[in-house]
């Protein structure tokens, strides 16, 4: 095994290892549920996501969620998918985050973080610095933050819930 070969690390979502898969037939399907205006005039939408798949003559579909940076003009910045069974674990996630946020709201801190980081390392969640608070998502994973105010993450989790419902509706199962 060369050197390079060791460091590629496959990625974590179901998701993310059928859209680098190769010698099938894929059909992506999208459908934007919520977008949420940023502070500094970026955007993060929340997406249901249908992946068919063709391969050996059957066919098989998957659900997941979408998260989407765009910037400041509406152009796509950065993404990230979510498989089906996080969108539950992101929703929790972000009612611990706030609980959290919370207790923190009138408390003076040096500096405190706290996040979820899904499998394909995408991160949502906030920074607690002196009296202040600000929430942010990593949809790349890749450290280029998209801030929000603290209650945003709210709206996030109404979205998310609303893609979750929409994505069962269309038979998507955990």
């Known amino acids: 095994m060369t050197e390079v070969q060791k460091t590629i690390t496959p990625p974590g979502t179901e998701i993310s290892k059928l859209l680098v898969s190769r010698g099938i037939l894929r059909f992506r399907k999208f459908g934007e549920i919520g977008k949420i205006q940023c502070l500094l005039n970026n955007f993060l939408t929340v997406s249901t996501l249908v992946i068919s798949f063709e391969s050996g003559g059957s066919t098989e579909t998957i659900h997941g969620i979408r998260l989407e940076e765009l910037d400041e003009e509406g152009n796509p910045d950065d993404i990230c998918f979510l498989d089906f069974k ?87 199962t955990v």
């Open 86 to 172: 996080e969108g539950p674990e992101l929703v929790a996630a972000i009612d611990h985050l706030m609980g959290y946020a919370k207790e923190l709201s009138h408390e003076y801190q040096e500096y405190i973080e706290a996040d979820y980081v899904s499998l394909d390392g995408a991160r949502i969640g906030f920074y607690h610095s002196g009296n202040d608070q600000t929430a942010f998502a990593d949809v790349g994973g890749d450290g280029q933050l998209v801030y929000m105010q603290i209650h945003q993450l709210l709206e996030l989790k109404e979205h998310l819930k609303n893609t979750i419902a929409a994505l069962e509706a269309g038979g998507a």
